[in-house]
């Protein structure tokens, strides 16, 4: 598991598809650097890439806040079937039925439903399109679901809709931005089938 940051206060890792991101990937950092380490936001077992995790309770609180608050943002890359619009915001209500671990666009408020909302870009356009997507909010499955929901599957997401041979969804969280020791720190990484599309990224 590849280190790119990491200080007495904070690690910030890339996290490698198939790797639960609560358990698994705190014990491999625990191993690799010692100490305590305390998970803060979650990224699906099928989906690889940036994390930060706090090494003391005081920086988890710093963190937690940040997330609370808003400054802390979190951008990924996707691979999805067809070619959406150019660049768009979505809002859903979302709900998540627990015993399938399966999310749903619902049309209005009930128990359990979450609003959700994303904004993104497309990098690339054709039968599969490389598009770029900030989160606003973290819900389960977000962005595997809003984009689904709309006939853009992400490729491999087979829960969602796609029908392809590949293994895992074409997901990845490629950066990550949050104050810190009073700057903005801002850590990024990109999977190889986003390097090969090669295009600039935003």
């Known amino acids: 598991m590849e280190i790119l940051y990491q200080d007495p206060q904070i690690a910030v890792c890339v996290k ?6 609560e358990q698994e990937t705190p014990q491999a950092l625990r191993a690799a650097l010692g100490g305590e380490i305390y998970p803060l936001h979650r990224l699906d077992k099928a ?3 940036v994390m930060v995790f706090a090494r003391t309770r005081s920086a988890a609180a710093q963190l937690s806040r940040a997330m609370q608050d808003g400054t802390f943002m979190k951008e990924y ?15 859903d209500l979302l709900w998540k039925d627990a015993k399938k671990n399966k999310v749903f666009v619902v049309k209005r408020m009930r128990g359990g439903v979450r609003p959700a909302k ?11 399109s490389l598009v770029a997507v900030r989160l606003y909010t973290g819900r389960t499955h977000q962005i595997r679901v809003q984009f689904a929901s709309r006939g853009f599957p992400l490729l491999g997401d087979h829960k969602y809709g796609a029908r392809d041979s590949i293994a895992a969804p074409m997901l990845f969280s490629r950066r990550i931005t949050f104050p810190y020791a009073g700057k903005i720190r801002s850590f990024e990484a990109l ?9 600039k990224m935003p």
């Open 16 to 21: 490698p598809v198939g790797m639960d991101a």
């Open 47 to 49: 989906v690889g890439g």
């Open 77 to 91: 890359i996707a691979l999805v079937h067809g070619a959406p619009p150019a660049e768009g915001v979505w809002e």
């Open 118 to 128: 994303l904004s993104y870009t497309r990098l690339t356009q054709g039968d599969a």
């Open 191 to 199: 999977p190889p089938w986003a390097e090969l599309q090669n295009v």
